[in-house]
């Protein structure tokens, strides 16, 4: 299995453009989750899916993001209008959870933003 | 208080020392317990997992869980240059989030 794709691996945009990340996951994992990276705040849960729904969205800062999961094999994180506190790695992961066992999240090798 | 607290060090020593992480926490509803390992520029990749109190050992690696005192360990015995790497704990209670702590820095030197 190629394990979770993010793309693109590194972006950089100026202050006001919009901002796309894209995640592909592992494939028959059922859970999605997008999480942020920085020095000071080290790796925070933004949002997660199960099943293409969203379950919890308390972890996005603000209304300028929004993620979607149109289908099992595909999920977006957009920022618009995107500013320099958003800079940041972000890591889309993956798990296949079942009714009593917790399993594990893959991590895919995260997208590099940096705003200017 | 946060909810996971962990040392960010950076914890530097030499190759073939007992090296020991640990995270404290204060959410009691936290069942499961993990270490994931995280190389420069990599994503983070599970290294131990365990349920509720107790240890588990794989290979150099040992994890330990008091439930009690909310606080859990990560040994690595005779570490190794390749052990250089950042560890972050990471707990989930319920549901599926997880909740990291924000890593520890650890270089093994040859």
């Known amino acids: 299995d190629a394990g979770v794709i993010q793309s693109p691996r590194h972006e950089v945009t100026e202050m006001g453009q919009e901002v796309t990340l894209r995640c592909k996951p592992i494939s028959g994992h059922n859970s999605l989750f997008w999480y942020r990276q920085t020095m000071m705040r080290g790796l925070e849960l933004l949002i997660y899916?199960?099943?293409?729904?969203?379950?919890?969205d308390s972890g996005m800062p603000e209304d300028r993001f929004s993620a979607k999961m149109p289908n099992a094999s595909f999920s977006t994180l957009k920022i618009q209008p995107s500013e320099p506190r958003d800079s940041a790695v972000y890591f889309c992961a993956s798990s296949q959870t079942r009714t009593s066992l917790q399993e594990t999240q893959y991590f895919g090798p995260g997208t590099r933003l940096l705003v200017l | 208080q946060k909810e996971v607290e962990q040392d960010p060090g950076p914890l530097s020593v030499p190759e073939g020392a007992i090296v020991s992480l640990n995270c404290t926490y204060s959410n009691s509803a936290f069942q499961y317990f993990m270490w994931y390992r995280q190389y420069s520029r990599k994503g983070p990749e599970l290294l131990m997992y365990t349920y509720s109190s107790g240890n588990k050992e794989d290979g150099r690696f040992t994890a330990q869980v008091d439930k009690s005192s909310k606080y859990i360990s990560l040994f690595i015995r005779d570490s190794q240059p390749s052990d250089s790497a950042t560890y972050l704990c990471?707990?989930?209670?319920?549901?599926?989030?997880?909740?990291f702590g924000k890593g520890t820095k650890l270089t093994v030197n040859p």
């Open positions: 990471a707990m989930m209670g319920g549901s599926e989030k997880l909740v």
């Open positions: 899916f199960n099943n293409n729904v969203p379950i919890d």
